[in-house]
């Protein structure tokens, strides 16, 4: 199992939204999600269109790709190895993800919209 460490980097950029705002005194604390559902919560199928930028999460390893999750009901995504490749070498400055370089079920990335 990988950590935070393992799959992020100090000043990688990621996508989040806002799940909870709790006042604790002269404080403030911020719950954060990267789920693609809760970054996503107000698309549907229909609000999806060429060259948009929508976050995704690898949801299974299939023989030829992944499928990703994208958090908005009735879509996915499907990842081909080949172009996984320059993700995970540039992303984890050539260390692999796991077994051959693969992504692990956990990984987040930025998915275009072609």
């Given amino acids: 199992m990988y950590g935070v460490d393992d799959l ?3 000043g990688q ?3 989040v ?3 909870g705002v709790k006042r604790e005194g002269h404080s403030v604390r911020v719950t954060l999600s990267m789920a693609p559902n809760d970054v996503q919560c107000s698309y549907t199928p229909g609000s999806i269109v060429k060259s948009m930028i929508l976050t ?3 949801a ?6 992944y499928i990703m999750d994208m958090g908005i009901p009735g879509t ?4 081909p190895k080949a172009n ?3 993700f995970i070498q540039h992303q984890n400055q050539n260390k692999p993800l796991g077994k051959a370089n ?3 079920i956990v990984a987040f990335i930025l998915v275009l919209v072609f």
């Fill in 8 to 10: 992020f980097q100090v």
């Fill in 17 to 19: 939204a806002v799940v």
């Fill in 76 to 79: 996915s995504a499907f990842l």
């Fill in 84 to 86: 996984a490749t320059a």
């Fill in 102 to 104: 693969e992504m692990q």
């Fill in 56 to 58: 995704g999460a690898v």
């Fill in 60 to 65: 299974s390893v299939e023989d030829h790709g």
């Fill in 13 to 15: 950029v990621v996508v």
